[in-house]
């Protein structure tokens, strides 16, 4: 029995060294399970880390005071809109590369992703525009007081300004995850979050000959970081030796190509713009209770991100399966790929809920001292944890809709779920029935329950398995 226990040991090990170290996989044949674990491991371990840099960032943000932090919550929720064009284009590419490489297509799924790159680049240049002459008068317009944007508006122009590094980081992962190059999407983040955390306290704080920047330090360490991340991604396309590499055979603007991402990638970007348009919402009806319930927001949503991140590399990993299957003409084995990773992730994150609702409150000091941001912070990790259940299934199932190409299901959802119930049950319980931030939190809790329920019941359907890329 000990021998079996030991053997089994040594089997997993290899596995997950396998999963880190990377290598060309086929992930169209052979074990479910083993699929679905060398594609988790990297996504979860790569997104564990985009979750750890959010954590970081607002704990040596909060040592600035209150202000410091609502002008992180502010600017996180303007930038949620490019992280919706990012994360879309992201998924529009995975869904592409994904299918070339089911159909071993290499060379096109390089050319697609490559074209994927253009329009990113094109939306950031506006951004950054925007960014850089606005930013003040943007953090008026989303609550903040004339203080705070007078004090502290560099931050917003600074990470909108540079926002390119943001959004190559996320379209590039994409790339990689689409052809099933996991590991290099892992060290590339590990790479650029890691800077960050070495940066972030530094640029803040001050040391030696370098001077103390505050919070615009927080702005410049994510930028650093995130450039040398980028940079990585872009020696591993152009010279690496990987799945996914470009020529100069693919660098030509290519027009149908170009609009067949924008098709699928529209969907897909109209999603993330409804939810964190519906989350800006959320923040403008939380700062009408003063910033020390927008900070404890604030804080509560960096803690949930740092799980529900690792939760969305495991819904990444299925959405790379049923992409390579359904490109292999096996939309059963793509189907069961889902179910088996979405009872995965369900266990996952219910048994993240369970730790929130024990340790919440030394979770929140982590971060904070300021008793009334603790108790809003706390709130907030409770009620937002209830529908950890559902959402550990609908992450997956929405996102598996994504990597057959079916992005427009899933709009819907987003459009019905989110403005159909999620704003106006928060503005209902926070404001007519007086519960306040609660209300706003509870409504969170109640919307992604019921978005979920409805991904599972249409996935069941199967038209999914039909959609042409």
Known sequence: MQSR???????????????????????????????????????????????????????????????????????????????SIAMGLSMGATAIVARRVGEKDTDGAAHAGLQALYIGAFFSLLVSITGILYAKNLLIIMGAASEVANENYHYTQLLMGSNMVIVMLFLINGI???????????????????????????????????????????????????????????????????????HRKHVRLDIPVITNVIKIAS??????????????????ILS?????????????????????????????????????????????????????????????????????????????HLFTQDEAVVSYGVACLRFVSLGYAFYGYGMVVSQSFNGAGDTKTPTIINLLGFWAFQIPIAYVMAKVLNMGPTGVFLAISIAESLMAIAAILLFRRGKWKLVKV
Not at 12 to 26: P, S, W
């Open 5 to 83: 226990a030991s053997s089994r040991t040594i089997y997993l090990l290899q596995l997950f060294k396998q999963a880190v170290t990377g290598g060309e996989q086929d992930f169209t044949t052979g074990s479910i399970k083993k699929a679905i674990f060398l594609l988790s491991v990297p996504m979860i371990l790569e997104m564990a880390m985009e979750s750890l840099f959010a954590v970081v960032d607002v704990f040596f943000v909060g040592k600035l005071g209150v202000n410091a932090v609502a002008t992180v919550g502010l600017t996180e929720s303007m930038l949620t809109l490019l992280y």
């Open 176 to 246: 990689f995850r689409g052809a099933g190059d996991a590991s290099i999407a892992m060290r590339s983040l590990w790479i650029a979050n890691t800077l960050n955390i070495i940066l972030c306290p530094t640029l803040i704080n001050g040391l030696g000959p370098i001077p103390a920047m505050g919070l615009t330090g927080a702005a410049l360490a994510t930028t650093i970081g995130r450039g040398i991340g980028v940079c990585y991604q872009l020696y591993h396309l152009f010279g690496g030796t990987g799945i996914i590499k470009f």
């Open 267 to 284: 969907g897909a970007t109209a999603q993330f713009l409804i939810s964190s348009a519906s989350w800006i919402f959320l923040v403008r």
């Open 288 to 364: 009408g209770f003063g910033s020390d319930a927008l900070a404890g927001y604030t804080i509560g949503i960096r803690v949930i991100i740092f799980t529900i991140l690792p939760a969305w590399g495991m819904a990444n990993a299925a959405a790379t399966l049923v992409g390579q299957n359904l490109g292999a003409n096996q939309p059963d084995r793509a189907e069961q790929s889902v179910w088996k990773t979405a009872r995965y992730n369900m266990l996952f994150l219910v048994s993240v809920a369970v730790i929130f609702f024990t340790c919440a409150e030394p979770i929140i």
